[in-house]
């Protein structure tokens, strides 16, 4: 293109690429809210040290729980529920992370919850499969020292 400078037609396809990106997250994001069918009962989550209070739950398969986490502690905490494959896997993802990037892929996994000291917060999770589901806090430390709480999830 003869009287463009290269950075102007370097521009046109980087909007082009953001106006896609823009377009695919925001359609996933509907798609991923039209999915979760609504909450069936709540279930409030407390945190005291490096335990889940309470630290084991019953459900039934098909319900849809909306998690009430509270964390008054002095730490940051996640709760990341999944299958202990799940949790093994996501917890080598996060120690792979820089800290400062930890908490950013904690807080966005979908599969939970991350709370700042003296937060709280909810987050809803749809039981489709009976047996055993884990929430685990995959903070540096925290995962090691056993926090964890069991799900038993029956059919």
Known sequence: ?????????????????????????????????????????DIRVGISGLHFVPDRFDVRVGETIRFLVSNPTNLPHELFIGTMAEQLAHHQEVMKQAPAEQAAMMEHTGYG??????????????????????????????WEAGMMAMVLVAA
């Open 1 to 41: 293109m003869a009287g463009v400078s290269p950075s102007t037609r370097q521009r046109g396809p980087r909007i082009a690429a953001v106006i896609v990106g823009l377009g695919l997250l925001l359609t996933s994001c509907a798609v991923q809210a039209q999915a979760s069918p609504p909450a069936t009962r």
């Open 113 to 142: 919850i991350y709370l700042m000291a003296h937060d709280s917060g909810e987050f809803v999770y749809h039981f489709s499969h009976s047996g055993e589901v884990v929430m685990g806090c995959h903070v540096p430390g925290h």
